[in-house]
Nanobody
Framework: VQLQACGGGLVQAGGSLRLSCAAS????????VAWFRQAPGKEREFVAA????????YYSDNVKGRFTISREGAKNTVYLQMTSLKPEDTAVYYC????????????????????WGQGTQVTVSS
């Protein structure tokens, strides 16, 4: 499975961005697609995830109500719509895919995902 993430950029606080993650290859071998982010000097943290087959979604408390994860099956693409951005959202955002037990805590754990995209930088200025 290959993942190509794009859509990052520089935005002012309160602004919006939409990230895209295009998947190719043996995508049927995965069940979940997630977004993680990593700020300088910090550990990679879970942002949001979606289940391919029925679009159940999961969010971290930090982004709930501001970010929306969605998928477009025909394009094998997952989106992360980010609104009301804050300076603390500044990070490199990575998309990841893996086969995970539905509803398990593993959904929010980076080590549960086998495939990773290259990352896209999001910078929010104050």
């Amino acid at each position: 499975v290959q993942l190509q993430a794009c859509g990052g950029g520089l935005v002012q606080a309160g602004g919006s961005l939409r990230l895209s993650c295009a998947a190719s290859g043996r995508t049927f071998s995965t069940s979940h697609v997630a977004w993680f982010r990593q700020a300088p000097g910090k550990e990679r943290e879970f942002v949001a995830a979606i289940v391919w087959s029925h679009s159940s979604t999961y969010y971290s408390d930090n982004v709930k109500g501001r970010f929306t994860i969605s998928r477009e099956g025909a394009k094998n693409t997952v989106y992360l719509q980010m609104t009301s951005l804050k300076p603390e959202d500044t990070a490199v955002y990575y998309c990841a895919a893996g086969r995970i037990v539905y509803g398990s805590y593993a959904t929010k754990v980076a080590g549960s995902y086998d495939y990773w995209g290259q990352g896209t930088q999001v910078t929010v200025s104050s």
